[in-house]
Structure formats: C-alpha cells, structure tokens
C-alpha cells in the first residue's frame, strides 16, 4: 500500500505518519514510498487502538475535573461575565474544559460552537446551573466608548425633521426563559409567513428578517437574546421598540422571564406576553395570568393594560393574533422617521465571507440607506456597492425599520455598532485619520486580527504579506510577531491578518484564501481537511518547530514581493561619423569607439550636444568591413546596425550599456 493512502485512511497527513510508525513500533525509514498490505492493516488496527484509548484518557481526565469541580471545588464561586462571550471563553471563566459547557448550553437548547458567541443571560443561566453565582463584568474602556456610541445614536435619531416623519414598522426581540419556546415561536412566524400566500415570503434570514400580516410589515431580530440587542442594552442604547416575552403556560414564570420584564421595564419598551405551550396536557393560562397579576401586570382580560395573547409555538396556533397585538402595541408607540435625511443604524449581524468581504446586516433606524452611500461605521467605513433584503433580491434603497445585507465596509465591524451615512468620500478619510479605536472583528475565540488600514496613502505604497499565524503558546506567538516587525522593509511588510493558538483548520486556511493570506503554524499540527483543502485551494499551508525556519519561509516570500532592480552597467561610448542607411525600425551607423567597447546584443542611449535623444535602442550587430565580429575595441571603427526609430545624426553621442535584472534580498 502507498504510504500516502494509508495516511489518507487514518486522516493525517503524510509526514505524521511516517513520524508515528516507529512509535507504534514498525522500522520503516522515512525516504519510504510503499509499504507491505499485511503491515499496513497492522498499523491501521494499531493507530485506532491508540486513538481509542486517548480519547477514554481524555474523557476520564474531563470528567475527574467535573466531578472535582461541582463536587465542592469552586461550588458557589462568583464569576463576572461580559455582555457577550464564547464558549471558550466561558469555559476559562468556569476553569471547565469547553466541552463541558457546550454540553450544558446543549442540554439547554443552545446550539452553539466553540467559538460562536453567547449573551449574558444564557451563560448567566448555565453558570447557576453548574454551581456559580454571576455578576456583571464592567470595562471600564470599553464601557466609555459604547456610552459615547450610545449618545451618538441619540443625538443622530434627534436629527430627525419633524414634518418628514412617517410611521415606520415595528423592531420586535423576543425574549423569555430558555426552555419556553423562544426559538420555536420565530420558527412559527417564519413559516405560518411563508404559508399565508397574502402575507409574501420569507426565503431567507440575514439576522434580522421581515414579516408581513395585513399589508404591513414587522421586523424581527433573528434570534433571541440576540447579539447586537445585547450589545445595544450594556451601551443603554435602543434597538428594538417591542417586546414579546414568552412565558410557558406548564411551567409559568421563572426567574429569567422575571429578568426579561425588568429589562423590557428598564428600557421602557412596549412588550407583550406570548403565553406559549398551552397545547400541553397540564397548561394552565389562568395560573400564568395570575403569576402575571402578582407582578402588578394585570392581564386585558382581567381589566388591566397587560396584552396576554395564548400560543402553541410548536402547532402554529394563535400567531396571527400574536402579530396583530404588535402592530396595534406599535401604533400605541406611535413609530415614526424621517426616510429623508442620511441614513442612521445599527450592524445586527457581520461575518467575513471569502468571496464578497466583509458581509454586515445593517437595521436602518432612521433615513434610507443607498447603494453607492459612503458609511462609517465607527472608525471603519465604506461604500455600499450592494445591498440584498430578506429575501436574498438585490435592492437599490433601505427604508427606515428595513434590515438589509451590506457589502462595502472595509473591515468587519462588531454586532451593535453604529452605523451612518456622510455626504463625501473625503470625511471618510478623515474620520479614520483621526480615529483612537480602530480595529476588525472576525471570528471569535482566541484569535485576534490586526489591521493597518490606518491610512489609505500608505497602504498604496506598502505592499504586505498577510498571515495566517497559529502557534503552540502565547510566548510564541508574541516572539514571532515581534520577528516580522524586523523584517518590514521598505515597501513591503508582514501583515498578520488572523492569530490563534492551536491546531490549524478549515477555517484558518477559508479565511487566508479570503484575505490572499498564507498559514504558518509552529510547533502545531495541520488537521488532514485543512491539509486537504489548501492543496485544493492552493493556499501555502506550512508548520515549523524551529522559529528561524519559520522566519526563512516568510523573507522567502518576502523576496518574492520585492520589485527586481535594474541594474545599467556602461560598457562603452562612439561618436557616430557616417550614415549607412535609414529602414523604418533600423539603421546602420559608422561610429568611432571613443571609449571602453561595443558588443553586439546591448542597449545604446542616443545623445546630441549633451541632450537624450533616444532612450534605448538595441544594438543587434556589430561589424568591420562586411564581417560581423564580437567586440570593438577604444579607437576603433565599425558599422553598427541598431533597432529604433531611425532618427541617429552625424556626430552623435552613442553610449553603449548592458541591463541587468538583479532580485534584490531581504536584510538581516
């Protein structure tokens, strides 16, 4: 069997394996092609059994740290969280392994990777669950800047001119207890839209989507607890104008519910219940409206002002109620903008796609958005070269309460920030000149990004080579970032788009055929699907153990970027004495060699009274009498036949010289 099939069996790559076969015991030398079919079933029975029991070591070590921990080890600890975070960053928080936490989140219903992110509530919620207390991370910067934001969005929204309002439609989040149907409820209105033939369709979601009853539309947040609202509620900011809590009819109210109240309350957001599950066998509406009453909301039907609409999420009934009590909540708010002012709102969503760029959802708050508007987001901007609706249709313009999919921002920007349309391309430039915090936001987890659009000039002038970086530790990571510092030179630089710690994957290689970038790892492995795909892809995937050969493979490519020089090296100098003859592309000269020589096969620049007639001309012949001869020696005479425009006078200045293409180096 080929060594490379067997590696492709055991899905790693080629030199791993030949790595690996003496530690599982067989002598085979590394210059090895193929192996015999009897062995290689041995390796493969020895590789699995190997794996095999890694893993079990693996879930035994996980466990026996579970068990430490809630068995009285850090019980009760308190823990501070952010507004949003990962699951990865959960897990160091919790000092958990990440897979138990994902387990935790999945158990609850919350699908989540490793690195996609979490709101406060959830993480707060599986935190109690595991035995912490939770309290609310502040940063103090961070905080500063989202307050300014915040204030910056009111006062842009006060801009408004009072007689060019219009009712504009409702932006509705959905939030409650995790297990009341959230998720499943906006499933519902998605697709009892689709159903309704009158309602229009929804095809598509791009994190905040639209639905139509009656001839009018309402705007959804995606998902509950979404990230931009969560973002918008720590910077004390608006987003949504209604809220419908769910509340399930079997279980009534739980301390999270009781939460959303106190949030839609603080916010001063009209909300509604969604009183969901009553298909249930032991559901009970009225002990749901009495647990309601005891909050001093007492329902409609009961004689007070709380809108309590009975729903099944999961048989789609009672939705269409559900959404005729948001409109008429939105024309108690009475929801107006002014669509003709510059357009003012907030980034839902964004993601960096590898064939289109930065992608954001932009939910117009206020003014309508256009293709071809110059935008800051707050110190990125752009200019919107398309815009796509809900449905996936490319359109021209974006009403105010309208969610559209945006491309045209040079960097990714954060969910929940602020988004507004200026007048010219020249105070683009010089928000970003005098920008204090400017930076791109990929995918979360331990990877950071960097960026250098700090000045568009001198992006012009630079030429970088972007990297994709993964190591082994931190103390790595810094050492090598700090190497290509020393290796910028001139007009090029080493640019690290993307950094991390650990294994290389799928991801790292999509996001460098994304941003024209190639992967180097030191001292970590190359998943057998990421190897897989840069081959395909042809992105230069490479890991190193040793630094210094890291640091060659990127003044390699370095050198390769370096525009070659060319070198003019004078050979000789004539004195034109005769015309032989005039073609239309040549001519043949008689010169005398005043100095040095002339060969045939070089370049001659054409001089009269001290002043450059022709730059180059190529010297194809050289001849004395009729015999082409090598070289001409000072103060001899030959016929020189030149390719040029025939323009040589008697008594010309003819200086002779050879080109050379030299690839210049990068300096140590």
């Not at 249709?393 to 920007?413: D, I, Y």
Request: with cysteine; glycine share 8%; proline share 4%.
């Amino acid at each position: 069997m080929n060594i490379t099939e067997l590696a492709r069996r055991l899905k790693i790559p080629t030199g791993q394996l030949k790595d690996e076969l003496p530690k599982l015991g067989f002598d085979i030398g590394r210059r090895a092609i193929k192996i015999d079919d009897a062995v290689a079933e041995k390796v493969i029975k020895l590789w699995s059994e190997k794996k095999q029991k890694q893993q079990q070591d693996t879930f035994v070590v996980i466990q026996k740290r579970l068990d430490d921990k809630l068995q009285g080890k850090g019980t009760g600890r308190e823990v501070q969280l952010p507004p949003t975070l990962t699951p990865r960053e959960f897990a160091d928080l919790l000092g958990l392994p990440a897979t138990v936490v994902i387990g935790e989140l999945f158990k609850n219903g919350v699908m989540a990777s490793i690195n996609e992110r979490i709101d406060f509530e959830t993480a707060s919620i599986i935190a109690q669950d595991l035995g912490y207390t939770t309290t609310a991370a502040k940063n103090n910067d961070n905080e500063k800047i989202e307050l300014a934001q915040a204030a910056s969005l009111v006062d842009l929204l006060k801009q408004d001119n009072p007689a060019s309002l219009q009712p504009r439609p409702p932006v509705v989040v959905v939030m409650g207890h995790v297990d009341h149907g959230k998720t499943t409820l906006l499933d519902a209105i998605r697709e009892t839209n689709v159903a309704a033939q009158e309602s229009g369709a929804i095809t598509q979601h791009i994190g905040a989507y639209q639905v139509e009853t009656k001839g009018r539309k309402i705007t959804f947040l995606d998902t509950p607890g979404h990230e931009a609202f969560s973002a918008m509620r720590s910077r004390g900011g608006r987003l949504a104008d209604v809220a419908i809590i769910v509340l399930a009819a079997d279980d009534g109210l739980q301390p999270q519910t009781i939460e959303a109240i106190e949030i839609a309350q603080r916010e001063k957001l009209a909300f509604l219940f969604a009183i969901n599950k009553v298909d249930k066998d032991n559901a009970d509406i009225e002990r749901a409206k009495k647990s309601l009453a005891e909050l001093n909301l007492l329902p409609e039907d009961w004689g007070g002002k709380t809108i309590c609409v009975p729903i099944s999420a999961k048989k789609r009934q009672g939705i269409t109620e559900l959404l005729d009590m948001v409109l008429l909540l939105a024309d108690m708010e009475k929801l107006a903008a002014d669509p003709n002012r510059l357009a003012v709102g907030t980034i839902v969503e964004s993601h960096l796609d590898k064939g289109e760029g930065p992608v954001v959802t932009a939910l117009v708050q206020a003014g309508t958005l256009r293709v071809g508007d110059y935008i800051i987001v707050g110190q990125m901007a752009g200019k919107v070269r398309s815009m796509k609706n809900y449905r996936g249709e490319s359109v021209a313009v974006a009403s105010p309460s309208t969610p559209v999919r945006v491309l045209g921002l040079k960097q990714v920007p954060q969910s929940g920030d602020i988004f507004r349309v200026v007048e010219d391309e020249k105070l683009v430039r010089e928000v970003l000149r005098k920008s204090t915090r400017y930076q791109s936001v990929m995918p979360a987890g331990p990877e950071v990004t960097t960026n250098s659009e700090e000045n568009n000039e001198t992006i012009s002038k630079i030429n970088s080579l972007n990297v994709v970086l993964k190591t082994d530790v931190l103390g790595s990571r810094e050492a090598i970032i700090s190497s290509f510092k020393d290796l910028t030179q001139g007009e090029i630089q080493v640019k690290i788009v993307r950094a991390g710690l650990g294994t290389i994957t799928e991801t790292d290689v999509a996001f460098a055929e994304a941003s024209g970038a190639i992967v180097l790892g030191f001292n970590v492995p190359i998943k057998p699907e990421a190897e897989v795909m840069a081959q395909r892809t042809g992105i230069l995937t490479k890991t190193y153990k040793v630094i210094y050969d890291l640091l060659d493979e990127v003044k390699k490519q370095l050198t390769g970027m370096l525009k070659p020089e060319l070198i003019r090296n004078q050979v000789g100098e004539a004195q034109v004495i005769k015309i032989f003859r005039r073609g239309k592309k040549e001519m043949i000269v008689g010169c005398r060699i005043i100095k040095g020589v002339v060969r045939p096969k070089t370049s001659v620049m054409v001089f009269r009274q001290d002043k450059v007639i022709v730059e180059k001309m190529t010297l194809s012949e050289v001849r004395i009498g009729h015999e082409a001869v090598g070289e001409v020696s000072e103060g001899g005479e030959c016929g020189l036949l030149l390719a040029g425009p025939p323009i040589i006078e008697e008594r010309d200045k003819l200086e002779i010289y050879h080109e050379e293409i030299r690839q210049r180096t990068i300096k140590d």
